[in-house]
């Protein structure tokens, strides 16, 4: 009887290719560098701040009092000191509030500004490099010690203040604002008014014009972004488009808002993240003050992490709705 178990075929598993021990190679080397290229933050972090974030919590549920020989006793409370900021402080949570209202106004129109301006910067024109340039030195100007510099300077504090509050007409109250006045020589409120537009949206977009100075500086990050992604977007995807018959506005809708869309939510998530830690935020300001007064170390804190609180908060609010529509390009490995 002949053996029949020899005869059958074996069945072995097919070797792996090259490609795919090349490609998973290549991923652990960019893993690697990853991790190179953040290790100095991980241990600056770990070694300078953690300690300090650590000791920061810890303060924000004690009252100290000053020893006599030099330094200060800590004595643990609880939640006094949040009970104090949410409770007895006046104006803790009003500016919180207020600043959280005007965050909700800004993001739609600086992300709307700086992509506007990103796809008329990526246009093919003579002096687009010097363009820019241009949009991004307000950035260059509110960093550093030009931003002390600024601080003194009359016309930016006029330009700053030129955003005042709209009245139930649409034209702002302050008849000596240069802004508002162009803005009623225009007339906007009657346009949109014959439009049947919500006198809400009205406002909203006589205040953003009125606050152009501040949406202009506080758009130059976002506006390299989006130039970054919209140089990304493969112009062959255009070029089909085109012979297809599509129009410019349905080339927008259909490929360049869906292609961008990520960097969309970068932009919004860097854009609150920018508002809350500004030096000109009132929540910020008012937590300083708070710091230099009798007993004020621990009460700051205390506001100080309630308000990180918030923008962790505001952060995944932002990232949950943007989320919702984001396009991502899957590739074929």
């Known amino acids: ?23 998973s190679s290549l991923d652990r080397i960019k893993a690697r560098a990853g991790w190179l290229f953040v290790l100095p933050f991980v241990v600056g972090f770990a070694i300078i701040y953690l300690p300090i974030v650590i000791e920061s919590i ?43 209202v005007t965050l909700i106004l800004d993001i739609p129109s600086i992300v709307i500004f700086s992509l506007f301006m990103a796809i008329m910067l990526n246009q093919k024109m003579m002096g687009r490099v010097v363009f820019r340039v241009i949009f991004f030195i307000p950035v260059i100007l509110m960093s550093g010690i030009m931003d002390r510099i600024a601080q003194g300077n009359q016309m930016l504090d006029f330009m700053e203040n030129t955003s005042q509050t709209i009245g139930a007409s649409g034209v702002n109250d302050t008849s000596d604002s240069t802004a508002v006045e ?36 506080r758009s130059g990050v976002q506006m390299l972004i989006f130039l970054g992604g919209l140089q990304a977007i493969s112009p ?5 488009a085109y012979i297809e018959g599509a129009s410019s506005w ?10 961008i869309s990520p960097m969309i939510l970068v932009c919004s998530l860097y854009t609150v993240i920018d508002s809350f830690t500004s030096k000109s935020n009132n929540v910020m300001m008012l937590i ?7 007993g004020g170390p621990v009460l700051s804190s205390a506001m100080a992490w309630m308000y990180f609180l918030v923008v962790i908060l505001m952060l995944v609010v932002v990232a949950l709705i943007i989320s919702s529509f984001v396009f991502y390009q899957r590739r074929e490995n």
């Not at 062959?236 to 089909?240: C, F, G, L, Q, W």
């Not at 300083?288 to 009798?294: G, K, L, W």
């Open 288 to 294: 300083e003050r708070v710091y230099s007064q009798p």
């Open 236 to 240: 062959a995807i255009y070029e089909s």
């Open 1 to 23: 009887m002949q053996n029949t178990e020899a005869n059958k075929p074996q069945l072995t598993a097919p070797p792996r290719t090259k490609k795919r021990k090349r490609a």
């Open 182 to 217: 162009i803005v009623s020589m225009m007339d906007f409120y009657r346009l949109f008014r014959n439009m049947r537009v919500g006198q809400e949206l009205v406002i909203y977009i006589v205040a953003a014009i009125n606050n152009i100075f501040q949406i202009v500086n």
């Open 58 to 100: 810890y303060y924000s549920f004690t009252t100290t009092r000053v020893l006599p020989g030099g330094g200060f006793e800590a004595t643990f409370v609880g939640f006094d000191n949040y009970s104090k900021a949410l409770f007895e402080d006046p104006d803790f949570v009003l500016t919180l509030g207020g600043g959280i």
């Open 250 to 259: 349905e080339t927008f809708w259909k490929i360049t808002f869906p292609m």
